[in-house]
């Protein structure tokens, strides 16, 4: 605010207010001219004060948001974002990337990296780590008992499918005494 001395009478203080924008929605200059008036209308010179408003603090990232997922893989990754706030009340915008993944079809880690911005340009990154991991064996089908001919039986009887990972299958044959030498477990 403005002040005033008179030497012979009390005064008022008038103000007028121009506001010019700027390149964003919170950077803008506001002018301010003050003219103080005395009981005779004997009017002071204009003061004219500038006062320019900058955005340059970078939205920010809530505290305590969590970083780090695992999920099993063939299962879908779901996209949580964090929250971000901005001092001026500025729109934010935010957005992400994914890193290539990194490890094997066992155990992965996925980097996906946020950038929150606010309509004057300034930006704050948070950063979350998605590890993929493999827990889940194969799923092996086929019949119990199999007949096949004494002379034909060696072979891989059974199917198998994993929804992560190539896979193998392996077997060991067991003669059983009984009433038929041929029967194999």
Known sequence: AATATDNCSA??????????????????????TFVATDACGNASASLVQQIQVQDSTAPVFSEGQQSEYTYECGSEIPV????????????????YSDSEAQGNSCSNLTTRTWTATDECNNSSVFVQYINVVDTTAPVIAGANT????????????????????????????????????????
């Open 80 to 95: 949580i974002e964090p929250s971000a706030s901005d001092n001026c009340a500025s729109e934010i915008s935010v957005t």
């Open 11 to 32: 005064y008022t203080i008038s103000e007028t207010v121009d506001t010019i924008n700027g390149n964003c929605a919170s950077n803008y200059i506001i002018t301010r």
């Open 146 to 185: 199999t007949e096949r001919p004494c002379d034909d039986y060696a072979g891989n009887y059974v199917t198998a499918s994993d929804i992560c990972s190539e896979y193998t299958i392996t077997y060991d044959d067991e003669f059983v005494s009984g009433g038929c030498a041929g029967n194999i477990i």
